[in-house]
């Protein structure tokens, strides 16, 4: 197989690119706001420590599997901004059912597993049967979904808490239940949780079903042209329904690598706002499951360093949300201006094959 190696850098510089627009972008807001900008840039990009390492690990292998869950929906075509909601209602049921212990051990894990993917595609199905019902948007649906969700689940929190604490929580996991962490980082006195199997495991089914499978190879055509998919035979409103239900699935994981191996129990202090991290991720990886990991990669890493700021630099970690915003739309300016370069670049040289081969058959009849 020939590599087109101009295209290749072109790929590879459209990110590279966008990195150093958002560092050019964000120095300027801080000059502007009188920050030290060299302070700043040294104390993100410094060097982690070990534990900062782990902590990176653990939060991508989290974004990671919102960013699938959101990814699944962009390749058919679909806005699924509902991974937030799905997520927190399938966390907060299944830590629920674990703290139940209905079943020993691992059992209990399984079972708390299977009840969040079923909640969190039962809840994304919701949007995607209107969608194909009555034809409402899964933009408008999921971010209505996302506010009940988020009202059910502090009512459900009310019954279900323990009574006489005053942290309103779950009943915690038995510690049998509890996935044991990954000691991979020398020196660390954290452990990297032991669910960041489970992400990497989620990264392949999202490649293998979008590229070694009927199934996907329909979501995949049915993404890029609807109309193209109908008149090939696709049942597009099928397509659109499981395509929910999968994303809703992997959008009931995210929060279970928190859950097993962190807070053990849901409560008002469970993590939020990682469905719409997941969704920037996505973005910045282009739908790929390889460019999804270093996404959330550089997210995790940015979110950890910026944990330092206000100490050493005296400005706010928000700035970091600036940075990862300008990162996202810096990257899809990119690869457009990529894509049209390459387009152009392939017009010349189809030009050129097409003079050459007039100037052959000139000279063939003279």
Known sequence: MKIDIRSLVMTLTAPLLALVFAVLVTSIILFAAGDPVWTVWSTIFSEPRPRNIVNIINSSSVLYLSALAA???????????????????????????????WLPGALNVLLAVVTAMLVG??????????RVTRGVSEVISTIMLNAIATALVAYLLRQVAMPGSNNITTTPIPESSRVPGIPLVPDAHNEVYGFVLLALLAGFFYWALLNRTRFGFDLRATGMSESAAVASGINVKRMVVYSMLISGAIAGLVGMPLLFGDSYSYGVTFQPGLGFAG?????LGRNHPIGIAIGALLFAFLNEQSNALQLQAGVSDEIVKIIQGVIVLSVVIAYEVVRRANNA????KVAQQLAQARADAAEEVV
């Open 121 to 130: 595609a039962m809840w994304a199905g919701i949007a995607g049967i209107l």
């Open 71 to 101: 990814a699944v929906g962009f390749r058919m075509g679909l806005f699924n901004i509902g991974v937030d909601g799905q997520y927190r209602l399938a966390a907060f049921v299944a830590a629920y059912v674990a703290g139940q212990a």
């Open 345 to 348: 670049a392939e017009q010349r």
């Open 279 to 283: 969704i920037a991720v996505a973005l």
